[in-house]
């Protein structure tokens, strides 16, 4: 049983030293901000009044030390893993035979954005579920974010890559003989890159939307439409909502594929710039009907923000898209399905595709991903957006417990 032998690696909490945060808050305080005028509908961009009423709170208000005990009530872990320096977060399981999970996250996510479901997930009768469900969950920074930092000598990092890296984590570091592993974004590529190198040592896998592991290879990678116009005729709600949908990737995927260093040195710099850029997508990408505090809490951007600043992780981060074009994916073999390990895939209705209604998601997704994947749990909810496990985690839980079962 994987929970009752000793742990393998001496906890690491998280510790912040106070001149970094002096340095964040004289950075604040110096801002030089642009005119943004006719800019209150947020159609240029993030809106300069609740960005700066965001900054002053950062500034003023925002207690990080406050944030920094919630993130060490989780045991936290620094290691190295073939040269990489791997952080992640452990909650052991509580149940007759905990089955170790490893989740992954995506951008501009953290490994934060789990903390709503890990305890569900690890403990499972404290929140009135069957203890047999019970998971030993390691969470950990990608690559290149977060804690999991700094990079110099590993630039090309991209998912890929990190499947490796966590199959080494999960097998040789922590020993784990087999495992279950779950993701959702670039976490999600991740997840798949597992089920389709390393299926004979998973339980499972278990991801959001289930994109094919190509999808950043070719030379228009960064382009939805691969230079296709939209075609003519259609209805004009459809047209809406491909436009809508092209608006809501189209800067995000052009810049961090073809020019993330250019756009690194200003994140970087500037702390409000970088709250800026995460910000949009944190608000555009999330279910939050245009009020992203709906979904995020200020606090809880700002944690998840100093979690990019104090780690110096924006620049390695935006990186992964580029590198999954530069280093594009391989086949390791060529059966069919391309992932062999059993999959779940939890679908939330803010990202189905134009002109598919959540009853239909499923067997959409089903005949675009054919010979890709085993899917056995497929799950389409009306609510919740990019950030699943955080939007709508009692959903998250269910969708995972429910691929798992009879497969531990």
């Not at 809880?300 to 390695?316: E, F, R």
């Not at 959540?358 to 389409?380: C, H, I, K, Y």
């Amino acid at each position: 049983m994987p929970g009752s032998v000793p742990f393998p690696l001496e906890p690491s909490p998280i510790h912040v030293p106070e001149e970094a945060l002096e340095d964040l808050r004289t950075r604040l305080r110096l801002t030089r901000w642009p005119d943004d005028t006719g800019n209150g509908d947020w159609s240029y961009g993030v809106g300069r009044a609740f960005l700066q009423e965001l900054a002053e709170y950062w500034r003023d208000e925002y207690d990080w030390r406050k944030a920094e005990a919630g993130l060490n009530a989780y045991e936290h872990y620094r290691t190295e893993v073939d040269g990489v320096p791997v952080h992640f977060m452990r909650k052991p399981g509580v149940g007759p035979d905990p089955v170790p999970l490893i989740l992954s996250h995506g951008w501009p996510w953290t490994f934060w954005h789990w903390s709503k479901v890990i305890g569900p997930l690890a403990d499972p009768a404290a929140y009135g579920g069957d203890p047999a469900d019970a998971f030993d969950v390691i969470v950990p920074s990608l690559p290149g974010f977060g804690f999991s930092t700094p990079l110099p000598d590993h630039p090309d990092m991209n998912f890929w890559k990190a499947a490796d890296l966590w199959h080494t984590l999960m097998t040789r570091t922590l020993g784990y003989g087999k495992y279950a592993a779950a993701g959702c974004d670039i976490g999600g590529l991740i997840t798949s890159q597992l089920g389709h190198k390393y299926p004979g040592e998973l339980y499972a896998i278990h991801i959001g939307s289930g994109l094919n592991l190509d999808f950043f290879t070719g030379d228009r990678a960064w382009d939805l439409s691969r230079g296709k116009p939209l075609p003519e005729g259609l209805p004009e709600d459809l047209h809406r909502q491909f436009v809508a949908m092209e608006r809501r990737n189209a800067v995000h995927l052009c810049a961090h594929t073809l020019d993330p260093s250019t756009l690194a040195y200003g994140l970087t710099d500037s702390p409000v710039g970088m709250l800026a850029w995460l910000l949009e997508r944190w608000w555009s990408w999330s279910d939050c009907g245009g009020d992203v505090e709906t979904v995020f809490t200020k606090d809880d951007l700002l944690t998840h923000a100093m979690i990019y600043w104090v780690n110096n992780a924006i620049g390695t981060s935006v990186r992964y898209y580029a590198n999954a074009n530069r280093y594009p994916w391989t086949p390791v073999h060529d059966r069919r399905p391309v992932v062999e390990a059993p999959v779940g895939i939890t679908f939330v209705g803010y990202e189905n595709p134009p002109g598919v209604t959540t009853g239909q998601r499923a067997g959409f997704w089903s005949r675009m991903r054919e010979g890709w994947f085993d899917p056995v749990n497929l799950t389409a909810h009306d609510e919740g957006g990019h950030f699943i496990p955080w939007e709508v985690p009692d959903a998250w839980v269910g969708d995972l417990r429910r691929t798992f079962r009879g497969r531990r």
